[in-house]
């Protein structure tokens, strides 16, 4: 029997793919009152069509910021071959910022068609181009790739990237107020542990994949497992019922 393996949602980690506000210069046309492109804003609106829409409206700029998100609207969509269309010319610009975007969004791409090694190299470039927090998001992901693709030397590998550059996971700005947190351990190892024993209850709830969420205790760095976000406790509460072993709801903000 094939072991049940946790699947990607693109809907939430492609958000957090535009946790900074893409440079570059805009026409004044495609520009909102806040400053930003009309496509980046509909984009964190999640109206990933008109998003698209927009974005392919422009023209192509140097930093191709348009491209990024028009790809990353139809990843989110699941248009995968249309959105590889958009993103795979982005992984050789010059632009780190641009270019490790779009190779963590095909890497998730990847991930989603169960693409493992694909997905797996893909995440590795992404952290190797991104910087802070969201180099260590790109580990993180690149190392549970890597491992399902049995290369367990660049998994470890990987994983000690993650460790190194903090949470592994970015929340998206309008994500619940509480979560339910499913463990705290003192090593990596085990909170992955605990992800793999929760992942098929996560599923059958029909909630993401567990998560790991460095924080700190005492001064001292603890790996929290965490599952779903809620807007409030009682929801949170009922989703902690379908998990076994010592559960907690967590305010996030």
């Not at 632009?95 to 989603?112: P, Q, Y």
């Not at 460095?214 to 001292?220: F, Q, Y």
């Amino acid at each position: 029997m094939k072991a049940m393996q946790p699947r990607f949602s693109l809907a939430f980690p492609t958000i957090a793919l535009l946790a900074l506000v893409l440079g570059g210069c805009h026409t004044s046309r495609s520009v909102h009152a806040t400053g930003n492109p009309s496509y980046i804003s509909l984009y964190r609106a999640r109206a990933y069509t008109e998003a698209y829409e927009a974005a392919k409206a422009v023209p192509t700029t140097p930093h191709g910021s348009e491209r990024l998100i028009a790809g990353m609207s139809l990843a989110a969509l699941g248009k995968h071959d249309e959105a590889k269309s958009w993103l795979k010319p982005l992984t050789n610009s010059p632009d780190k910022n641009i270019r490790g975007r779009a190779e963590a969004t095909l890497g998730l791409v990847f991930a989603e068609e169960e693409k493992h090694s694909e997905a797996a190299r893909m995440l590795q470039s992404a952290s190797e181009d991104l910087a802070g927090p969201m180099k260590g998001w790109a580990a993180h992901y690149g190392a549970q790739e890597f491992g399902f693709a049995g290369d367990n030397m660049r998994a470890d590998r990987m994983r000690t990237v993650a460790e190194l550059r903090g949470p592994s996971d970015l929340p998206a700005a309008d994500d619940g107020q509480f979560t339910v947190q499913l463990g705290s351990f003192s090593s990596r190892s085990r909170a992955q542990s605990r992800v793999r024993a929760t992942t098929p209850a996560a599923q059958q709830a029909g909630l993401d994949i567990p998560r790991v969420e460095l924080t700190i205790a005492n001064n001292r760095p603890l790996y929290a497992v965490r599952v779903g976000r809620f807007g409030n406790s009682t929801e949170a509460k009922q989703a902690s019922q379908r998990f076994s072993g010592d559960t907690a709801v967590i305010r996030t903000n």
